[in-house]
C-alpha cells in the first residue's frame, strides 16, 4: 500500500540550530516525492520536489531509495520557518499525503 | 504563480441541507482539480479526482452519492456535501493541476470550512 509516514508531530528547535523532518514511505512503484508547506493562515504550497534537486529557503532534500526516505533538512532554522511541514508522494497524479509535522523555531 | 480560490471560506449550514463549494483556477486552465478533507490537526486525505468533462474518481470510503463532484469547466469544479450531517463539518480543500507531464504540480485553494449544526 501506498503510505507515507512523518513520525513527528511537532519539532521544536531554536533559532540557528540544525532541522530534520523525516518523512519515510512506501511505494511499489518509482515514487516522486514532494515536501509542501503551510505556513500560519495560509494556503498549502509546494517547497520541494525530489525531481528538481534544488534547494528552496535553504532547505534540501534526498531521496534515498535504499532507506524510503525523504527527510527535508536545513542547516540553521529561522523563526519565519515555523509552519507546518508535510510531506508527500504522487502515485499517477493523486498525492498521498504524511500526518505533517509542525516546525516551531524559538529565538 | 498559479491561483486557486474557494468559495465560501466558511460556511455553516443546518443538517439536512446540501451546500456547495467552489474551486476555481483562476490564471491557468486545470485539467485535473482534487477534493481533500482535512481535520483538525490531522493530514490531508483526498476524496475524489476530477477531470475535466468526466466523471469524478472517489477514493474508497468516500461516498459519491454524498459528496456530489462536478468539474464542467477547466476553470471550475464543485464539491456538493448533500443532506449534511454533524459528521460532515470539516475543512475542505481543493488544488488544480494543468495536467502538464513535465511539471504535475498541484496548486491549492485557501480551503473552506464547514460547520453543521
Known amino acids: 500500500a501506498q503510505r507515507v509516514t512523518q513520525p513527528e508531530k511537532l519539532l521544536s528547535v531554536f533559532k540557528g540550530a540544525p532541522v530534520e523532518l523525516k518523512c519515510n514511505y512506501s511505494?511499489?512503484?518509482?515514487?516522486?516525492l514532494f515536501w509542501y508547506v503551510q505556513y500560519s493562515r495560509q494556503r498549502l504550497q509546494l517547497l520541494l520536489r525530489?525531481?528538481s534537486r534544488e534547494s528552496i529557503k535553504g532547505f534540501t532534500a534526498d531521496l534515498n531509495k535504499g532507506e524510503t526516505s525523504f527527510h527535508l533538512k536545513k542547516p540553521f532554522a529561522q523563526e519565519e520557518d515555523s509552519a507546518m511541514y508535510y510531506c508527500?508522494?504522487?502515485?499517477?497524479?493523486?498525492?498521498?499525503f504524511g500526518k505533517g509535522t509542525t516546525l516551531s523555531v524559538s529565538s | 504563480g498559479a491561483v486557486v480560490s474557494q468559495h465560501p471560506s466558511w460556511v455553516i449550514c443546518k443538517s439536512g441541507t446540501s451546500v456547495k463549494i467552489e474551486c476555481r483556477s483562476l490564471?491557468?486552465?486545470?485539467?485535473?482539480m482534487f477534493w481533500y478533507r482535512q481535520f483538525p490537526k490531522q493530514s490531508l486525505m483526498l476524496m475524489a479526482t476530477s477531470n475535466e468533462g468526466s466523471k469524478a474518481t472517489y477514493e474508497q470510503g468516500v461516498e459519491k452519492d454524498k459528496f456530489l463532484i462536478n468539474h464542467a469547466s477547466l476553470t471550475l469544479s464543485t464539491l456538493t456535501v448533500t443532506s449534511a450531517h454533524p459528521e460532515d463539518s470539516s475543512f475542505y480543500i481543493c488544488s488544480a493541476s494543468s495536467g502538464n507531464p513535465s511539471n504535475n504540480e498541484q496548486f491549492f485553494g485557501p480551503g473552506t470550512r464547514l460547520t453543521v449544526l
Open positions: 490564471d491557468f486552465q486545470a485539467t485535473t
Open positions: 525530489h525531481i
Open positions: 511505494y511499489s512503484g518509482s515514487p516522486e
Open positions: 508527500a508522494l504522487t502515485a499517477g497524479t493523486a498525492l498521498i
